[in-house]
C-alpha cells in the first residue's frame, strides 16, 4: 500500500498563513490559518497559543462570512489592531498587519499540497513570549494593488560615448505609481522582498522592464537601451522569451540587459544567459562593478558586454588618490583586454568627465552628461 491512505485525494488548495518575526527579527515563521475559525490567546488548546503576557487568555479569532476572512477582538485587555488601527470586527486581506496586542503578524496566502478525507489538521501552535519587534514594512499590503494595476512608469538616462560626448543609448530607470507606495525602484524592491517567497522581486523587476520596452518602441530615435533585471529572474525561460520577442518586433532597438553584480555569484546561470543573449543581438552588462566584490574571476570567465563601474568609484575621481586612479586605470584596461566596453556611472562634474576619458572609459552617465527624464522628454 502507498503512503497515502486508501481514499485520500490530493490536490492544490489556498490557504492563509499569519507570518511573525523571530529570533531578534532575523527569521520569518509562518503559521497557517486552518481550520476556521482560528482562535488566538493564551490559553492552551487554542489554535494559535502566545505566551506573551499582553495577550488575553481568549484574545481573538479569525473567521469566514459571506466568503470573507474576517477577524474580531474577543473582549481583549488589550485590544486587536488591523494596520495600526484598533478593530471590533473587520474583513482581512492579503499584506495586513495584524497586532494581537504587541504581537505582530502579517497575513498572507499561498497555495499548498492538501491530502484529501485522510489529512490531520494542524497541530496548535505556540510562540515564544517576547514581544515581536514591530518592523514590518510598510507598504506590503498596497504592493499588491501595484502589481495588479501595472502603476509603474519609467523615466530614461542617457549613456554617452568617450571621448566625443555622443549618444550611445538611455538605461531605462523604474519609478512607481502608487499613492501610497515610495516611488525609487529600490525602496519598492525591498518591500517586495518581504513577500519574496512569491516572486513578488522578480514580478516587480520584470514590470519594470516591460513598461520600459513598451514606452521606448515607440521611440524610433533611441539608438539602444539598457534595462534591468533582478537576480531572482535568473534562469526564467520567460526571461528570455519576452526579451527575444521584443528584439524581434523592433531590431532597431540595441537592447542590453543589465545584473547586479552580485549575481554574478550564480556564473554557470549567467554565463547561460549571456550564450542566448549574444546569439540573438542582445548584450548584457554587469551593473555596479566594485559596489562588493569586484569579481575579477568571473569578468574573466563569462565577460559581459559592457561593465559599469559603480559611482563610489567615479565620485569625485579629480581630486581622489592616485592609487584610486591607478586601481581604475588598471580595471579599464583589463576590462579592455576582454573586448568589454566600460562604462563610468555617476559623473557628476566636467572634472570627473575629464578624468575618466584619460583613464581610458568608452562610455560614461550621470548627471553632467543628463538626469533621468520622461520618454516625452528626451
Excluded at 118 to 141: C, K, M, Y
Excluded at 178 to 199: F, K
Excluded at 245 to 263: C, F, K, N, S
Amino acid at each position: 500500500m502507498s503512503d497515502q491512505a486508501a481514499g485520500e485525494e490530493t490536490g492544490r488548495v489556498s490557504r492563509w498563513y499569519l507570518e511573525s518575526l523571530v529570533e531578534g527579527g532575523r527569521q520569518l515563521r509562518r503559521t497557517t490559518v486552518y481550520p476556521l475559525p482560528y482562535r488566538v490567546g493564551r490559553l492552551r488548546g487554542l489554535s494559535l497559543s502566545l505566551t506573551a503576557e499582553s495577550v488575553s487568555k481568549e484574545h481573538a479569532e479569525l473567521f469566514v462570512k459571506d466568503g470573507t476572512l474576517r477577524v474580531r477582538d474577543l473582549g481583549s485587555k488589550n485590544g486587536t489592531f488591523v494596520n495600526c488601527e484598533r478593530i471590533t470586527e473587520t474583513p482581512l486581506r492579503e499584506g495586513d498587519i495584524l497586532h494581537v496586542a504587541q504581537v505582530e503578524f502579517r497575513l498572507g496566502r499561498q497555495e499548498i499540497e492538501e491530502v484529501g478525507t485522510g489529512s490531520r489538521e494542524p497541530p496548535t501552535q505556540a510562540l515564544g513570549s517576547s514581544p515581536l519587534p514591530q518592523n514590518f514594512i510598510d507598504g506590503v499590503r498596497e504592493l499588491p494593488d501595484l502589481l495588479r494595476e501595472r502603476q509603474v512608469t519609467t523615466v530614461f538616462q542617457p549613456l554617452v560615448s568617450l571621448p566625443s560626448g555622443a549618444l550611445a543609448g538611455y538605461e531605462a530607470l523604474g519609478r512607481g505609481l502608487h499613492p501610497n507606495l515610495p516611488e525609487a525602484p529600490l525602496e519598492l524592491l525591498q518591500i517586495a522582498s518581504v513577500v519574496g517567497a512569491d516572486g513578488a522581486e522578480a514580478e516587480l523587476s520584470a514590470l519594470f522592464r516591460e513598461k520600459a520596452l513598451e514606452l521606448a518602441r515607440t521611440r524610433p530615435h533611441i539608438p539602444a537601451l539598457f534595462v534591468n533585471i533582478h537576480h531572482r529572474e535568473l534562469g526564467h525561460s520567460d526571461l528570455v522569451d519576452f526579451v527575444l520577442e521584443v528584439h524581434q518586433q523592433v531590431p532597431q532597438l540595441r537592447l542590453t540587459l543589465e545584473i547586479q553584480e552580485g549575481a554574478l555569484a550564480d556564473l554557470e546561470t549567467v554565463d547561460r544567459l549571456r550564450t542566448q543573449l549574444t546569439r540573438s543581438g542582445v548584450g548584457l552588462a554587469y551593473d555596479d562593478f566594485g559596489a562588493g566584490q569586484a569579481r575579477l574571476l568571473e569578468l574573466a570567465e563569462v565577460p559581459p558586454h559592457y561593465l559599469k563601474f559603480d559611482m563610489g568609484f567615479i565620485r569625485d575621481i579629480d581630486s581622489a588618490p592616485l592609487s584610486r586612479q591607478r586601481l581604475l586605470t588598471s580595471l579599464v584596461s583589463v576590462a579592455r583586454d576582454l573586448l568589454v566596453y566600460t562604462v563610468a556611472e555617476g559623473v557628476e562634474t566636467a572634472e570627473e568627465a575629464d578624468v575618466c576619458m584619460r583613464l581610458g572609459f568608452t562610455h560614461a552617465q550621470g548627471f553632467f552628461f543628463g538626469k533621468p527624464r520622461p520618454i516625452t522628454q528626451i
